[in-house]
């Protein structure tokens, strides 16, 4: 489990210890975060409802590509869109809605056209370098493989295209739906099947297995 710790920590809260001070901190404190696998600037900043690019601001030393547990982050002021439960749980959730009559699918708040919908099997993968055919951490085009990264049969799925995935569950993916561009191949992709690329050890990505999702294929 996450600890969330307070920048300038007195004595005396430390005495209480770590529970009680987690319990003690305002939502709208500058916050420490102690990352835990899985962790993405991205989910982080859905989760605690925080301006991706602000909190990349306030962690510019830190690569997006490498956030492993224990690693420390802060946690800018946050904003108020979501609303708060008396018991400190944020309201807001995902959410995912399709007008198929129009083609127009939201998500995150965030409207997307799209052309088709497709239903594959997907698989996940790492940055371990026995999942990369001994390549290292980069996707076909030689980028560093991140999080929308997703591997694809190119006679299926044409490089360079973008697609919403849905229908996944993974503690290492964004709820609901996530923006994913097809930048990699795999030689055991063939057909209807994509590997999404996930941060974190490859026995954390493995949880994943094989599922059934529904990618809408962006304009």
Same mark, same amino acid.
């Given at each position: ?13 430390? #005495? ?41 601001? +306030? ?13 420390? #982050? ?8 979501? /609303?708060?439960?008396? %018991?400190? @749980?944020?309201?807001?959730? %995902?959410?995912? @809605? ?5 083609? !127009? !699918?939201? %998500?995150?708040?965030? /409207? ?17 370098? +026995? ?15 991140? #999080?929308?990264?997703?591997? !694809? ?5 044409? #490089? ?60």
């Amino acid at each position: 489990m996450f600890k969330l710790i307070k920048k300038s920590t007195t004595v005396a809260a430390a #005495l209480l210890g770590v529970t009680l001070m987690v319990q003690s901190i305002p939502v709208h404190a500058e916050q420490v975060y102690v990352a835990k696998e899985g962790d993405t600037f991205y989910k982080l900043s859905q989760k605690y409802d925080i301006n991706l690019e602000k909190l990349m601001n +306030a962690n510019k030393e830190i690569s997006p590509y490498n956030i492993y547990e224990g690693l420390k #982050l802060t946690l800018p002021t946050e904003s108020s869109k979501n /609303t708060v439960s008396a %018991a400190g @749980n944020k309201v807001m959730a %995902a959410s995912l @809605n399709v007008d198929s009559s129009n083609k !127009v !699918v939201e %998500a995150w708040g965030k /409207t997307f056209d799209y052309s088709k919908t497709m239903n594959v099997k997907a698989t996940a993968y790492s940055s371990d370098s +026995a999942e990369n055919g001994g390549y290292g951490a980069v996707d076909y085009y030689g980028n560093p493989l991140k #999080l929308g990264t997703i591997a !694809v049969d190119p006679k299926v799925i044409p #490089l360079g295209t973008k697609v919403l995935v849905t229908g996944h569950s993974h503690d290492g993916l964004p709820d609901k739906a996530f923006v994913a561009t097809a930048t990699d191949i795999g030689g055991a992709i063939k057909g209807n099947k994509i590997d999404i690329f996930i941060p974190g050890s490859k026995s954390f990505v493995s949880k994943f297995g094989i599922q059934d999702i529904k990618l809408y294929v962006l304009k």
